[in-house]
């Protein structure tokens, strides 16, 4: 059973930067997908980008596609989301999951196991 736990959110300013984490238990990041995902208020949760277990190939959501970055260090345990040119429209909280079909997948009901969430606020 996978565990997640998300952080690193917090209040910045439009235009600027920000780097999430989600630190997963031992060997997830060997055979489970990791999707970063989103809930605004009153707005559906949505995916936002996704790494694949295998080969790291990564999938990104069109509006986010040019200022986000997901990436893993299997050493630490850990997924990342970089996001830059952060716009109003990006605050919401972000939730990490393990999909076990550890491939390229944005669709919440493939994923098995997620964290608590952490909130990023973007604001002047």
């Known amino acids: 059973q996978a565990q997640l736990v998300e952080s690193g959110g917090g209040l910045v300013q439009p235009g600027g930067s920000l780097k999430i984490s989600c630190v997963v238990s031992?060997?997830?990041?060997?055979?489970?997908?990791i999707g970063w995902f989103r809930q605004a208020p009153g707005k559906e949760r949505e995916g936002v980008s996704c790494?694949?277990?295998?080969?790291?190939?990564?999938y990104y959501a069109d509006s986010v596609k040019g200022r986000f970055t997901i990436s893993r260090d299997k050493s630490k345990n850990t997924v990342y989301l970089q996001m830059n040119s952060l716009k109003p429209e990006d605050t919401a909280v972000y939730y990490c999951?393990?999909?076990?079909?550890?491939?390229?997948?944005?669709?919440?009901?493939?994923?098995?196991?997620w964290g608590q969430g952490t909130q990023v606020t973007v604001s002047s």
């Open positions: 999951a393990a999909s076990v079909l550890g491939t390229i997948t944005i669709f919440q009901e493939h994923y098995n196991y």
């Open positions: 031992k060997y997830t990041l060997d055979y489970y997908t």
């Open positions: 790494i694949e277990s295998r080969d790291g190939s990564t």
